[in-house]
């Protein structure tokens, strides 16, 4: 079965500061995977996707993230954090495309002044 | 633009009501999935759909039934809604990757 890992619950750091969130996965072949944003009492914006091909692989807002499959890990990067960055980010992973995905429980991020 | 609505944001329902969630999406996606968002629980899927009037059980199925009669439209049904099912309830359409609605915040009393 797949699985993600999140090991960092929250997560502060300082405006301008870089960022890196960590997602560890599971899975027998090779996964579908996901970064997702969301905001307090909003719903879930994909942030980048990775399916196959460059294993760096750049999103919206500025964020990357890069797919280790010696490491099992897709961590999500961002070299200048601003205030309004801070909110919950999701891993997830899928077997493929249009199939079931499975999140992780989230890092919340805060960014102080 | 993907676009993936949810009937309300908020909904405050009395014990024992029968409770309806709607979506709706505009991407033509033939893959429909309904969560539900708690803290310390991340996202757990309740139900989802291939098709339609086709639909499978997620990992809680429990006390929620589902309808697609159109592709683009999704409910969630509590059939008699409890107080442990006051939550964030999140609807996503899916090509290769999900979209997600804003998702609606039931309270039952």
């Known amino acids: 079965a797949q699985s993600v890992t999140q090991p960092d619950i929250h997560i502060t750091v300082s405006e301008g500061a870089s960022l890196e969130l960590r997602c560890n996965y599971s899975?027998?072949?090779?996964?579908?995977l996901f970064w997702y944003v969301q905001s307090p009492g909003q719903g879930l914006q994909l942030l980048l996707k990775?399916?196959?091909?460059?294993?760096l692989v750049q999103g919206i807002k500025g964020f990357e993230a890069e797919f280790k499959r010696s490491q099992s890990s897709f961590n999500l990067r961002k070299p200048s954090v601003h205030w309004s960055d801070a909110a919950e980010y999701f891993c997830a992973v899928s077997s493929g495309g249009y199939q079931k995905v499975t999140f992780g429980t989230g890092t919340k991020l805060q960014v102080i002044p | 633009d993907v676009k993936v609505t949810q009937s309300s944001r908020y909904l405050v329902k009395r014990t024992g009501e029968k409770v309806f969630l709607e979506c709706v999406q505009d991407?033509?996606?033939?893959?429909m999935f309904w969560y539900r968002q708690d803290p310390g629980l991340g996202l757990r899927l309740i139900y989802f759909s291939y098709d339609v009037k086709m639909k499978e059980k997620g990992d809680i199925p429990e006390g929620y039934s589902v309808s697609r009669e159109k592709k683009e439209r999704f409910s969630l049904i509590l059939e008699s809604a409890s107080t442990n099912q006051t939550s964030m309830y999140l609807c996503?359409?899916?090509?290769?990757?999900?979209?997600f609605g804003p998702g609606t915040r039931l309270t039952v009393t």
């Open positions: 991407m033509d996606h033939e893959n």
């Open positions: 990775y399916f196959s091909g460059d294993t």
């Open positions: 996503a359409s899916s090509g290769q990757a999900q979209y």
């Open positions: 899975y027998g072949a090779t996964p579908y």
